[in-house]
């Protein structure tokens, strides 16, 4: 039975675009056998695909030092739908930040760390004037997190 990654990421231009994608498609590696991953905008997923998801990448811009209002958005209609169910929950988590990313990181880490999420990784971030590396660290973010659910150690 294949294992089910959620990808919650904002995604309001090209370039966020390409990050989402270079996500899952990290999540899609040829290697990876049992995991299906999936990437839902923050505002149309539901607790529904919170609850079926079997391990969780987020994904927001940094907007005024704290995370995207969907992403904000997104926490806010599911956390007491799943906090009792999805304790431990596997997550992975990336910033596009036009500044430090350090406030985006703590208003983040606080809302997983109350769900009781745990994370698998350092938070990728992904600071400064757009490059092309962001889209191969976010595509071995993707990679990391289906390959940890595919071995059972996520």
Known sequence: MNKHLLIVANTP?????????????GCNHPDIESVDAIHIPPLEVTADDVLRA???????????????GELKTFF?????????????TPYALYVRAGLD???????????VTGLRWKSICEPVLLH????A??????????????????AGIA
């Open 13 to 25: 231009s090209e370039n966020t675009r390409a990050l989402a994608h270079a996500t899952l498609t």
């Open 54 to 68: 079997d391990g969780i990448i987020l994904g927001t811009t940094e907007n005024f030092g704290y995370m995207s």
């Open 76 to 88: 806010d209609r599911i956390y007491y739908p799943v906090i009792e169910q999805k304790q431990g």
């Open 101 to 111: 990313g350090t406030g985006t990181l703590s208003a983040v880490q606080r809302i």
């Open 128 to 131: 400064g004037k757009y490059q």
């Open 133 to 150: 590396d962001f889209v191969s660290q976010c595509e071995s973010l993707g990679t990391l997190m289906a390959a940890s659910l595919d």
